[in-house]
């Protein structure tokens, strides 16, 4: 089946840094979706990419769908601390229905 | 309503006993889906439904998983004779159709003792 590799697994930094993850996929997606998840809830939809190429912001957040369809990164720019939390990536591909996802990036911010 | 909702927010149970997890999807929602996230853990893919096609059951990891939804309304998940390897965090999420961006629950947290 699909799978997703997310990269990277966690990260570290200081508030006010820029950070980048990113997800890649061994076959093609339809639909490349962000999510942040917080302790105790649900994941909530960050950022939605549905055509290979294009570039999509919400606020300080950049996203793209590789132009292979097999990639997508997510951006965060200048990073305060409502940040923290874990971010999954995940691909919907039309006539497999299932919405896949990539294994979480863990974000820290360090004092 | 606003969101999807899910009850109940946590459920204790005994091994053995049956458990029923209830959710309710953004009205209008056709697409509706279940997955499971045990602690520390990504999402896990259980059951999808969408309109009043049948189900794709492909996800669920034994015949003790059930789910059933009538239309586009209400779904319930059951899980029979729990575990303790069931404890975890179950999700629900809906979306206006296929492929769109799917807006979670908070989920269930179920622990079995």
């Known amino acids: 089946g699909q799978q997703l590799n997310q990269s990277p697994q966690s990260m570290f930094i200081q508030e006010g840094e820029d950070v980048s993850m990113n997800c890649t996929s061994s076959?093609?997606?339809?639909?490349w979706l962000w999510y942040k998840q917080d302790p105790g809830e649900g994941p909530v939809l960050l950022i939605a990419?549905?055509?290979?190429?294009e570039l999509t912001s919400n606020g300080r957040l950049t996203a793209q769908f590789g132009i292979t369809r097999k990639d997508s990164f997510l951006n965060i720019s200048a990073s305060i601390p409502s940040d923290v939390g874990i971010y999954f990536c995940?691909?919907?591909?039309?006539?497999?229905?299932?919405?896949?996802f990539g294994t979480g990036t863990r974000l820290t911010i360090i004092p | 309503g606003a969101g999807v909702s899910q009850s109940p927010s946590n459920k204790v149970t005994e091994k053995g006993k049956d458990v029923e997890l209830r959710c309710d999807p953004i009205s209008g929602h056709t697409a509706l889906y279940w997955y499971r996230q045990r602690l520390g853990q990504g999402l896990e893919f259980l059951i999808y439904?969408?309109?009043?096609?049948?189900?794709?059951k492909s996800g669920l990891p034994s015949d003790r998983f059930s789910a059933e939804r009538t239309g586009e309304s209400v779904s319930t998940l059951t899980i029979q004779r729990t575990q303790q390897e069931d404890s975890a965090v179950y999700l629900c999420?809906?979306?206006?159709?296929?492929?769109?961006?799917?807006?979670f629950g908070s989920g269930t947290r179920l622990t079995v003792v």
């Open positions: 990419l549905y055509k290979a190429g």
């Open positions: 999420a809906s979306s206006l159709a296929r492929g769109r961006g799917y807006t």
């Open positions: 995940a691909g919907y591909y039309f006539g497999n229905e299932k919405l896949t």
């Open positions: 076959s093609i997606f339809n639909t």
């Open positions: 439904f969408q309109g009043n096609s049948a189900p794709d």
